[in-house]
């Protein structure tokens, strides 16, 4: 038995913990917000927060989770008032949206730890998101814009 | 929640909206002629649309928009979403003639039913960078004669004569300014018939079209409720892995799968004509049980094929003069005796669209009925390769498109392999099944865009100015063996237009230009990809202009 909580709420899995805690949301919890793109690290789709740290849930076994707290897109916000996500829509930065869960939970880790991120600071925090429609310029801008800088951002 | 999908709570919603809104439907819909829309799905702006459904009646004149009692515009949209915004532009074409008020705007993805076909592919796709222009006038249309009717049922009510009336943001106005909603005037507007044709409007009045607008499905992209079809759920659904041959062509010859049986999680193990498919609760376990397969295959002939080899061969073709696509002048004449002669060759590789989502198929197989649930963007293709397997006639077999993490050619294969190997999994399953390929079985599963050679030689005289070009580009046709090869007329053309289209139309004015086509066969499977031919004739063109 693996026990830990998801947005706030307890699961108590009988899994095999190494299975790849991606895994573990998506089928036995049911949350498929969180993405399935590459399973080896390389394009973020996955990301989620353990005790507030972005991890490729991808290649994290379930057992890293044990007795933490673990946020997934779905417990960003219940609402879509998470200010990142205010500013994806604000900037329209979603196209197929596959890639958009990770480059949220990437985001918002960066926006805790460095609440007035410099354009090189986003493409730092953000270089490991794969976005295949190429939203990037929109990412940047929607992040200036969460943390304020609304004029700052988009295309170089 | 949008998409034609839902969790299985959600489903059972679903199946009870949809009967209460059907029997309101037919109730309001009666005389309506041709307008009856059965078959709809769900789809949404991101509110709860078993609910959203539900509650209101709707006035459903045509195939692609419905009205609700509650104002609600929900347009139907025959084109898949995989990041180009249709499901935003396409109602933007019907919300314009239709004067409604866009913030009560939403989509649902259209069922397959030949009234969704393609205007000019005579089949329901997405592709070729076609959807709004040839939506335009389809989608205008629609909310013209929606308009058209409300405007008469409120005419009616006021007894005033219909021209007298105008509409804005989803009401209609009479000279007194009196106001009916559309909603308030949906059940009037269900009892009268469609109009054939109505008038559209000047583009110089238009309030949407041409304008910025928000997407409509951003907000179910920012808080994971987007349905990708990876992420369709059914009630008692398992997950399958497929073992797939490792080279293309290659054969199970027996397969031992004694340690993989007695996996955690797996159901069963079976032999599918791609390969030995997994069946198990949950993806990882049906992952870890395939990766535990020990195949014996029968690799065929494509065993010793390499890519060098094949690029070897390419270059000894490009030597010799291939089938003319474009002769003007006389480009052999000038490169023979110019001044100075430049040569060059540019080769491009085998490339996998790589979709950030995987390719999968959902599907529920019955006895008498299939559905499927998957991003596609060929559902008129996936449903009868589909229904050839599953041994069913067309009708029997419903698509629910999904949100598709990427597209770019690849969900609209021409046999549907992706669709098709999900029938054979389900037919061994016995219960619903989704097939989840992994990201190496996407990238390694073929279809690629094609690898091309480009020789090219150009002439320049004296006063340095280009006088002769010769292009011969060589490489497989995505075309031949496809619903398209009529169309693109392969047989008549002797070679395939979308392998040389940025080449044989160059823009530049170079008196003498020769263009040819080698026509390679070669047994790696090949398909169309983004931009198509210009992905690489581009490049070649123009390195070689530089």
């Known amino acids: ?88 829509i604000e900037e329209d930065v979603p196209q197929c949206g596959y890639c958009q869960s990770g480059q949220l939970m990437s985001a918002a880790v960066l926006l805790r730890e460095k609440p007035q991120p410099t354009d090189d600071d986003i493409d730092k925090a953000m270089t490991g998101n794969i976005c295949r429609c190429g939203t990037y310029p929109r990412i940047r801008k929607a992040i200036h814009r969460a943390s304020g800088n609304v004029a700052k951002g988009g295309a170089r | 929640m949008s998409g034609a999908n839902a969790s299985p709570t959600e489903r059972s919603h679903q199946k009870m909206s949809r009967a209460i809104h059907r029997r309101e439907f037919l109730k309001v819909s009666i005389g309506a002629g041709g307008g009856l829309l059965l078959g709809f799905r769900l789809g949404g702006t991101g509110e709860t649309l078993a609910m959203q459904n539900g509650s209101a009646a709707s006035f ?139 008038p559209l409007k000047d583009p110089k009045t238009f309030k949407l079209i041409g304008k910025p607008a928000k997407r409509l499905d951003t907000s179910d992209k920012v808080n994971g409720k987007a349905v990708f079809g990876i992420d369709v759920k059914m009630p008692r659904m398992l997950i399958a892995v497929v073992a797939r041959a490792p080279i293309f062509g290659a054969k199970v010859r027996a397969f031992d799968d004694s340690r993989a049986r007695s996996m955690s999680g797996v159901h069963r193990i079976v032999a599918v004509p791609s390969g030995v498919a997994v069946i198990a609760d949950s993806f990882w376990q049906a992952k870890m049980a395939r990766d535990a397969l020990h195949i014996d295959w029968d690799e065929g002939t494509m065993s010793s094929f390499n890519t060098n080899e094949m690029m070897r061969q390419f270059r000894e073709q490009a030597k010799l003069a291939g089938k003319s696509v474009r002769r003007d002048g006389d480009a052999d004449a000038t490169l023979a005796k110019a001044a100075k002669r430049l040569e060059a060759v540019y080769e491009v590789p085998y490339l996998s669209h790589a979709m950030m989502e995987p390719l999968n198929c959902a599907l529920d197989l019955r006895s008498d009925s299939c559905e499927i649930w998957t991003g596609t963007q060929f559902q008129t293709v996936d449903r009868a390769n589909a229904a050839k397997i599953a041994g069913l006639p067309d009708e029997k077999v419903q698509i629910h498109t999904t949100f598709l993490g990427g597209g770019f050619g690849r969900r609209a294969n021409p046999q549907s392999d992706f669709v098709v190997e999900a029938v054979h999994v389900a037919k061994a399953a016995g219960v619903p099944v989704k097939v989840v390929w992994t990201r190496e079985d996407d990238m390694q599963g073929g279809w690629y865009r094609p690898a091309f050679l480009h ?92």
């Open chain 2, 455 to 546: 020789a090219i030689a150009g002439a320049i005289d004296a006063n340095g100015k280009a006088v002769a070009w010769r292009s011969r580009i060589v490489g497989q046709s995505i075309m031949a063996g496809t619903p398209f090869e009529g169309m693109a007329d392969l047989k008549g053309k002797g070679y395939d237009p979308s392998s040389v289209e940025g080449a044989d139309d160059l823009p530049y004015e170079i008196p003498n230009l020769a263009v040819e086509s080698h026509q390679m066969e070669v047994r790696v499977p090949v398909q169309w990809w983004r931009s198509v031919g210009h992905s690489h004739t581009a490049f070649a063109t123009e390195c070689f202009i530089d």
């Open chain 1, 1 to 88: 038995m693996i026990e830990f909580s998801v947005n706030k709420t307890r699961a108590n899995l009988d899994v095999d913990p190494s299975t790849p805690l991606l895994w573990v949301i998506r089928d036995h919890l049911g949350l498929t917000g969180t993405k399935y793109g590459c399973g080896i690290a390389q394009c973020g789709a996955c990301t989620v927060h353990i005790d507030g740290q972005a991890v490729r849930s991808c290649v994290a076994p379930v057992s890293r989770a044990a007795g933490k707290e673990v946020t997934t897109i779905e417990g960003l916000s219940p609402d879509l008032s998470q200010p990142l996500q205010r500013a994806w």
């Open chain 2, 60 to 198: 459903a004149p045509n195939a692609f928009v419905r009205i609700g009692t509650d104002e609600r515009v929900t347009v139907i949209v025959n084109h898949s979403e995989m990041g180009q915004g249709v499901y935003t532009s396409l109602p933007m074409l019907l919300a314009e003639e239709l004067d409604a008020d866009w913030n009560k705007v939403g989509f649902e993805s259209a069922p397959v039913d030949a009234k969704y076909n393609h205007p000019v592919f005579g089949m329901q796709m997405t592709g070729g960078s076609s959807s709004v222009w040839s939506g335009f006038e389809q989608f205008r249309q629609a909310g013209a004669a929606a308009r058209a009717m409300l405007v008469a049922a409120a005419a009616q009510q006021w007894n005033v004569e219909p021209s007298k009336c105008r509409t804005d943001s989803g009401a209609v106005f009479d000279p007194s300014n009196r106001k009916l909603t559309y909603g308030q005037l949906a059940e009037a507007a269900a009892k009268l018939t469609p109009p054939a044709q109505v």
